[in-house]
């Protein structure tokens, strides 16, 4: 069955320490991909996606994410966290462009200030 | 620009009882997909709308039945509720144009079935 695994369900970093969210999928065929932020208290809010063309793309706030497809992976990447990061990441897959997105458990961020 | 809405935002149910959950899609977009979040975990896909019908469907039980409106909205009806029925129900609205696509959520109904 076709799953997303995220490896850290919590992390916690101090401000300005680089961040790296690790997603893995499970499907050999074409995928879209995603990753979706919950801040506290707000609803899921699309960071960035891949779709296709270049495996590093620019999400908002300063967040990437490289797809590498040799290694089923997108993981999420920021060079210097704020406080205001504190949220939950999804990263969620859609296979083939067909109709679901696959999610994983998520990953809960807590930035010390 | 209005986003997606969901209603109600909170549900206290029996076990046995039936519920039904609103969604309105955000203008514009004319695919409503539902989903099932539990505590802890990520968002399970139940079913997709499209025009009116069902586009798709997860591992989910007919007892979960959904509806689309010709203006878009959307129903979540579930039958014979169970205690793991207790979750957060999203809504997410998207339109059909292209081979990918963004779905935008609304707010969730936090359903606790008791």
């Known amino acids: 069955a076709q799953s997303v695994s995220q490896h850290n369900h919590h992390v916690i970093l101090s401000e300005a320490a680089s961040l790296e969210l690790g997603c893995n999928y499970s499907?050999?065929?074409?995928?879209?991909l995603f990753w979706y932020v919950q801040y506290p208290g707000q609803h899921l809010q699309l960071l960035l996606k891949y779709f296709s063309g270049d495996p590093l793309v620019k999400g908002i706030k300063g967040f990437e994410a490289e797809f590498i497809k040799s290694k089923f992976s997108f993981n999420l990447r920021k060079p210097s966290v704020q406080w205001s990061d504190t949220a939950e990441y999804f990263c969620?897959?859609?296979?083939?462009?067909?109709?679901?997105?696959?999610w994983g458990a998520g990953t809960k961020l807590i930035i010390k200030p | 620009e209005t986003g997606v809405t969901q209603s109600p935002t909170h549900l206290i149910k029996t076990r046995g009882q039936q519920v039904t959950l609103r969604c309105s899609s955000q203008s514009g977009h004319n695919t409503v997909s539902w989903y099932q979040q539990a505590l802890g975990q990520g968002p399970q896909f139940i079913f997709q709308?499209?025009?009116?019908?069902?586009?798709g469907r997860g591992n989910f039980p007919p007892r979960f039945s959904g509806l689309q409106f010709p203006n878009y909205s959307s129903e979540l009806n579930v039958n014979a509720l169970e205690l793991d029925d207790s979750a957060l129900y999203l809504c997410?609205?998207?339109?059909?144009?292209?081979?990918?696509?963004?779905?935008?959520f609304g707010p969730g109904t936090r359903l606790t079935v008791t």
């Open positions: 997410a609205s998207s339109t059909s144009q292209g081979k990918a696509y963004e779905q935008y």
């Open positions: 709308y499209y025009r009116e019908e069902e586009n």
């Open positions: 969620a897959v859609n296979p083939d462009s067909n109709y679901q997105l696959i």
């Open positions: 499907y050999g065929g074409t995928v879209n």
